[in-house]
């Protein structure tokens, strides 16, 4: 039998999965579950990094062009200067992709974020260096900012989408807080990391989650947004950058994918 994987968009913990059994345990007694099984790893990747809806129309669209569509996906995925663009770029207002670097881990730890706005890239932010940090917490922080950044363009009436590639972060604020929460912020097993970050960056994703759509992006496949703010949160390590700062403009792509990579 061909292997399959299953890619969840909206499910209690949104990833791509390699069983069934993975998958439906995502899935199972989540109201509107969306997830879709995909015959290649390229074509989950591409698909997750979509919308649900535009990426079920377009399999459904293209079963007769499998082949082709696998071996497209496939170059654009190898390119070296991140060529693939999600459709989100298209779909919403603004777009942010977070990203959490430390080096090493724990270690010396910093954030990055990557805006779009109507489509094209429109602004990169670094800092909040952190000399005895881990990966954790500075995706933490990176998605935390993201979601401000949120905050503040619904309040200009647009829409809006965050990729993470921290299925960590993305849990932590936005599903397990409220189990935390409601049992006074703690958790069988112990002491909850980060938690003072975490209570913070979700009273905020509280308060805008009917509006704020935030999803499981794959990181270093060659997607522009996630390899930017990649660069952004090394940047930030590489120059100890404590204050959130925006990177100056003009912005020139091949230099900053010349920078070093988390």
């Known amino acids: 039998m061909a292997k399959k994987f299953y890619v969840v968009w909206q499910g209690h913990t949104p990833g791509i999965y390699t069983t069934w059994d993975e998958a439906k ?17 390229s074509e989950a990747k591409t698909a997750f990094a979509q919308s649900a809806n535009k990426a079920i129309f377009s399999a459904k669209n293209n079963s007769a062009k499998n082949s082709s569509a696998k071996s497209s996906t496939t170059k654009t995925q190898s390119g070296s200067t991140a060529e693939h663009q999600p459709t989100a770029l298209s779909e919403f207002d603004v777009v942010l992709y977070t990203d959490g670097g430390c080096d090493p881990n724990p270690g010396k730890a910093g954030s990055g974020v990557a805006v779009y706005r109507k489509g094209e890239l429109a602004a990169l932010w670094y800092g909040l260096f952190n000399p005895n940090g881990t ?9 935390h900012e993201a979601i401000k950044m949120a905050a503040s363009a619904l309040a200009d009436n647009l829409t809006v989408r965050i990729y993470s590639d921290s299925q960590y972060s993305i849990n932590c604020i936005s599903n397990w807080a409220y189990g935390w929460k409601a049992k006074g912020w703690t958790r069988k097993g112990g002491e909850i990391a980060n938690l003072d970050l975490i209570k913070q960056a979700h009273a905020l994703y509280d308060q805008y989650k009917d509006h704020i759509d935030i999803v499981h992006v794959a ?3 060659g997607i522009e947004g996630n390899e930017l703010a990649d660069r952004m949160s090394i940047y930030a390590v590489d120059l100890q950058q404590k204050d959130f700062v925006q990177y100056p403009e003009p912005i020139n792509l091949t230099t ?4 070093r990579a988390g």
Request: aromatic share 10%.
């Open 25 to 41: 345990r995502q899935v199972d007694k989540f109201p509107g579950a969306k997830y879709k099984s995909f015959p290649s790893e």
């Open 219 to 221: 990181a270093h496949v």
């Open 256 to 259: 900053i994918m010349a920078m």
């Open 135 to 143: 990966n954790n917490t500075a995706e933490l922080n990176a998605l």
